[in-house]
C-alpha cells in the first residue's frame, strides 16, 4: 500500500504526519501489509525526521499564498506556484498513492490538486481552531475530514456538502 503524506514545513505539520506514519506502520506489522511512506513538500528543517521514522522525501516547491502585501508574492504566485504544481502532478504519477494524508500548509495545495486529478483519495487533517487556506481551498475534495476540536467540527458540520465526511 502507497500512502503519501504532505504538508507544510513546520513542526505542526510535521509531527502529527509522524505519528499518523508510526501507528500505520504499527498496523502493516500486525496486519502483514507491506507500505511505502512518503512525503511530497517542503521538508528543509525535518528532512532526516521524517526518513528516521520510514518516511521517504521528496520536495515539492513551496508558494505560500500570503494574503497580505510582500514583494516574496511576485515571486511566489506566478512562478513557483504553477511550477509547485507542475512538479506535484509529476511526482504524484510516478509514485501514483493508494491514498494522501493532507496537513495543510503551503505546498500542500500542488499536492492536494494532483491527488485529485488523479483520483486518489484524500484526507484532510487540521489540528487548529480555524482552518488554514489551504485546507479551507482543499476540503471539498476530501474523502475525510478530520478535526481536533467540537468548534471546527461543527463549524464544518453547519456546511451541507462536507456533513458527511467530518471525523473529530
Known amino acids: 500500500m502507497r500512502i503519501l ?3 507544510g514545513g513546520t513542526g505542526g505539520h510535521i509531527y502529527p504526519i509522524i505519528a499518523v506514519a508510526e501507528e ?3 498496523l502493516s506489522v500486525e496486519k502483514k501489509i507491506e507500505m511505502d511512506l512518503r512525503y511530497f513538500g517542503s521538508p528543509e528543517m525535518f528532512r532526516s525526521v521524517l526518513e528516521q521514522n520510514g518516511i521517504g522525501v ?5 508558494a505560500k499564498l500570503r494574503r497580505y502585501f510582500d ?13 509547485s504544481v507542475i512538479q506535484a502532478f509529476w511526482k504524484v504519477f510516478w509514485f501514483m498513492p493508494d491514498v494522501l494524508f493532507s496537513k495543510g500548509g503551503p505546498g500542500s495545495l500542488p499536492v492536494v490538486l494532483a491527488c485529485r ?3 486518489v483519495p484524500i484526507i484532510i487533517h487540521d489540528s487548529d481552531t480555524i482552518i488554514g487556506l489551504a485546507n479551507r481551498l482543499a476540503i471539498y475534495w476530501a474523502k475525510r475530514i478530520a478535526v481536533s476540536f467540537d468548534s471546527t467540527a461543527k463549524t464544518l458540520l453547519e456546511n451541507e456538502k462536507l456533513s458527511g465526511k467530518v471525523a473529530l
Do not use: V
Open 5 to 7: 503524506f504532505t504538508g
Open 24 to 26: 500505520l506502520q504499527k
Open 58 to 62: 521528496s520536495k515539492i516547491f513551496s
Open 71 to 83: 514583494l516574496r508574492n511576485f515571486l511566489d504566485i506566478p512562478i513557483l506556484l504553477p511550477l
Open 117 to 119: 486529478f488523479y483520483c
